[in-house]
């Protein structure tokens, strides 16, 4: 069954700790793709890596940091230094990076900063 | 900078009346126009992707139409049902030269009563 997979659904953290949130998919996508949803509002893209070992920022990726070391995994490390954590993270991959290529969305990861 | 508008940000109407949400967006320098569908505390489901060649995309119950040139996108959905009761987003994709990144609207939460 191909699909994206994200883990935990839920995830409390103490202030000042880094928390990692777990993305895989086994759709053999190149892109992989970090968004942050908060009450109300769309997604804003964190960062997104169009193949193994390279990733970009996106348009908030103050705080937090990634790696791609293989296609198949994305995962995204909240540090201490993002200063409002609290949000919904969703993950999404593509078959490549191109404009045409749609995006398919894993179920989501709630962070509560406790 | 591309900005996605959605308007309203939330909508009641009785069973079987027809659904019409608005998207706008900034820039009309688009690649693609994407709608998705978000139920409570989950991820993102594809609906339609138009492309920007093309005034509109159908598949059951929904038909969504582009004008690129007056920066709007619509979706309709017909004979509404207590079913369809979810947030609905639209994005939109950046020429090619940004590559595959989605800018979102905030989304309109959709009621549907029995």
């Known amino acids: 069954d191909g699909g994206i997979t994200q883990s935990p659904k839920y995830l409390f953290r103490k202030e000042g700790q880094n928390v990692t949130l777990s993305c895989e998919q086994n759709?053999?996508?190149?892109?992989m793709y970090w968004y942050r949803q908060d009450p109300g509002q769309g997604l804003r893209l964190i960062y997104y890596?169009?193949?193994?070992?390279?990733?970009q920022k996106g348009d908030i990726a103050e705080g937090y940091s990634v790696s791609r070391e293989k296609k198949e995994s994305f995962p995204l490390t909240v540090t201490s230094a993002q200063k409002n954590p609290t949000a919904f993270y969703l993950c999404?991959?593509?078959?490549?990076?191109?404009?045409?290529?749609?995006?398919?969305f894993g179920p989501g990861t709630r962070l509560t900063v406790l | 900078k591309q900005e996605v508008t959605q308007i309203p940000a939330a909508l009641s109407v009785p069973e079987g009346e027809n659904l019409v949400l608005n998207c706008s967006f900034t820039?009309?320098?688009?690649?693609?126009l994407q709608w998705f569908r978000q139920d409570p505390g989950k991820g993102l489901t594809s609906l339609l992707l138009?492309?920007?060649?093309?005034r509109e995309q159908t598949s059951g119950r929904l038909n969504a139409s582009l004008d690129k040139s007056s920066g709007r996108s619509t979706l309709y959905i017909a004979a509404s049902q207590p079913g369809d009761s979810a947030t609905y987003l639209c994005?939109?994709?950046?020429?090619?030269?940004?590559?595959?990144?989605?800018?979102f609207g905030g989304g309109t939460r959709v009621l549907v009563k029995p």
């Open positions: 994005a939109v994709r950046a020429s090619e030269a940004a590559g595959n990144k989605l800018t």
């Open positions: 820039d009309s320098a688009i690649y693609n």
């Open positions: 999404a991959s593509s078959i490549s990076g191109g404009p045409l290529n749609e995006q398919f």
């Open positions: 759709l053999n996508h190149d892109a």
């Open positions: 890596s169009q193949i193994v070992n390279d990733f």
């Open positions: 138009i492309q920007s060649s093309q």
